[in-house]
């Protein structure tokens, strides 16, 4: 029996590559996108794999709202949260709506779609979540040097660093694996559309952005960054934060008495 699983964002860019590889590996899927057409193409070029797509915008309620009644209702095996939007720009700089966009795409839709699909594969003992965020999502103690300034964009994909990394303690000995992809600068239309010129950049490709994170779900990486050589970096980030967290005590630190 087929293993079923379920891309957002996936006309394009890492959904597109994530799509490609479980094709080859045997999935079904449900391809979830803006773009009919490319989900219409995606499914005439794979004849031999059973494809569902689903026409969505996740910066809206009932995209939202449709794609995680899927995902209650479907035996997800895989769950992909990949969509997302390239709105890079200081706060004060940031349209209304696409701050909103941003926090309904990378914050409220991964949310809300894995808590529709967690709950059935917590009754079936298996399945695994893979949250992409990014690099990004690390650079907060940089100073103004480090440019573009993006405070929601890097708020969005921190957001999705924490939320995973709690996600997969509460899911400890469920079956369930949870992981979030961090990649650096991808090869992808992702800036473009922004109209970021990184052709100078060395960049990523997207397929071997996918490469890491099915890898690292095998290797139970809870945190996956594929441009990270020493691992042990991130360790020492994550050590750091819960000595920080532990560190804390009910008097006021001294630092803050006159």
């Given at each position: 029996?087929?293993?079923?699983?379920l891309?957002?964002?996936?006309?394009?860019?890492?959904?597109?590559?994530?799509?490609?590889?479980?094709?080859?590996?045997?999935?079904?899927?449900?391809?979830?996108?803006?773009?009919?057409?490319?989900?219409?193409?995606?499914?005439?070029?794979?004849?031999?794999?059973?494809?569902?797509?689903?026409?969505?915008d996740?910066?809206?309620?009932?995209?939202?709202?449709?794609?995680?009644?899927?995902?209650?209702?479907?035996?997800?095996?895989?769950?992909?949260?990949?969509a997302?939007?390239?709105?890079?720009?200081p706060?004060?700089?940031?349209?209304?709506?696409?701050?909103?966009?941003?926090?309904?795409?990378?914050?409220?839709?991964?949310?809300?779609?894995?808590?529709?699909?967690?709950?059935?594969?917590?009754?079936?003992?298996?399945?695994?979540?893979?949250?992409?965020?990014?690099?990004?999502?690390?650079?907060?103690?940089?100073?103004?040097?480090?440019?573009?300034?993006?405070?929601?964009?890097?708020?969005?994909?921190?957001?999705?660093?924490?939320?995973?990394?709690?996600?997969?303690?509460?899911l400890?000995?469920?079956?369930?694996?949870?992981?979030?992809?961090?990649?650096?600068?991808?090869?992808?239309?992702?800036?473009?559309?922004?109209?970021?010129?990184?052709?100078?950049l060395?960049?990523?490709?997207?397929?071997?952005?996918?490469?890491?994170?099915?890898?690292?779900?095998?290797?139970?990486?809870?945190?996956?960054?594929p441009?990270?050589?020493?691992?042990?970096?991130?360790?020492?980030?994550?050590a750091?934060?819960?000595?920080?967290?532990?560190?804390?005590?009910?008097?006021?630190?001294?630092?803050?008495?006159?």
């Amino acid at each position: 029996m087929s293993k079923l699983a379920l891309v957002t964002g996936a006309t394009s860019g890492i959904g597109a590559a994530f799509a490609e590889r479980l094709a080859a590996d045997g999935y079904d899927l449900i391809l979830v996108g803006r773009r009919q057409e490319r989900l219409d193409a995606f499914a005439a070029e794979h004849p031999g794999t059973k494809v569902q797509s689903v026409t969505a915008d996740l910066a809206t309620d009932d995209g939202i709202d449709a794609v995680a009644a899927l995902a209650a209702e479907q035996p997800l095996d895989l769950l992909i949260n990949n969509a997302g939007v390239s709105h890079y720009m200081p706060l004060a700089d940031l349209p209304a709506a696409q701050a909103r966009e941003l926090v309904n795409v990378k914050v409220l839709a991964p949310t809300l779609i894995t808590r529709a699909a967690v709950g059935g594969m917590q009754e079936r003992g298996t399945g695994a979540l893979i949250n992409v965020a990014g690099m990004i999502a690390f650079s907060g103690p940089g100073d103004k040097s480090m440019l573009p300034r993006r405070a929601v964009y890097a708020g969005t994909l921190a957001h999705l660093v924490a939320f995973s990394q709690t996600l997969s303690a509460e899911l400890t000995d469920s079956g369930v694996r949870v992981e979030v992809l961090c990649p650096g600068v991808v090869a992808t239309e992702f800036h473009t559309r922004q109209g970021l010129d990184l052709s100078a950049l060395p960049r990523m490709s997207a397929e071997d952005v996918v490469t890491a994170g099915l890898r690292g779900l095998e290797l139970g990486e809870v945190v996956c960054a594929p441009g990270v050589e020493d691992a042990s970096l991130l360790d020492q980030v994550f050590a750091a934060d819960l000595a920080a967290f532990d560190g804390q005590r009910p008097e006021l630190a001294s630092r803050y008495r006159s």
